[in-house]
Nanobody, 126 residues
Framework: QVHLVESGGGSVQAGGSLRLSCVVS????????MGWFRQAPGKEREGVAC???????RYSDSVKGRFTVSKDNAKNTLYLQMNSLKPEDTAMYYC????????????????????WGEGTQVTVSS
């Protein structure tokens, strides 16, 4: 059974940085995509940054140039380095993975991801 556990959320002031981590277990191989999604109160869950099964990345326009997604295959861990944080980045951040390989096109969409963590809260104050 696949399990995802996020950590690293917290409260920071605008302009600050945080690094989120997501440890994944339960896969028998590495042929799956991973991603970070976020959901603010009253809003839809949106894709923030994803890594395809081929290693390619996708970022939402709102975080390009500020956030960096990376993956450590040896540790089965996905990271999200968030710099220059803004109050509008405040949300619950979720890690998610797919059942099988996925990459290309607009793949960083919640409907393509099957397994989800519990989330970690990020709050940015002005």
């Amino acid at each position: 059974q696949v399990h995802l556990v996020e950590s690293g959320g917290g409260s920071v002031q605008a302009g600050g940085s945080l690094r989120l981590s997501c440890v994944v277990s339960g896969y028998t191989d590495s042929n799956y995509a991973m991603g970070w999604f976020r959901q603010a109160p009253g809003k839809e869950r949106e894709g923030v940054a994803c890594v395809g099964s081929n290693g390619g990345t996708r970022y939402s326009d709102s975080v390009k140039g500020r956030f960096t997604v990376s993956k450590d295959n040896a540790k089965n861990t996905l990271y999200l380095q968030m710099n220059s944080l803004k109050p509008e980045d405040t949300a619950m951040y979720y890690c998610a993975t797919t059942r099988s390989g996925l990459y290309g096109g607009d793949f960083c969409r919640k409907e393509f991801f099957h397994y989800w963590g519990e989330g970690t809260q990020v709050t940015v104050s002005s």
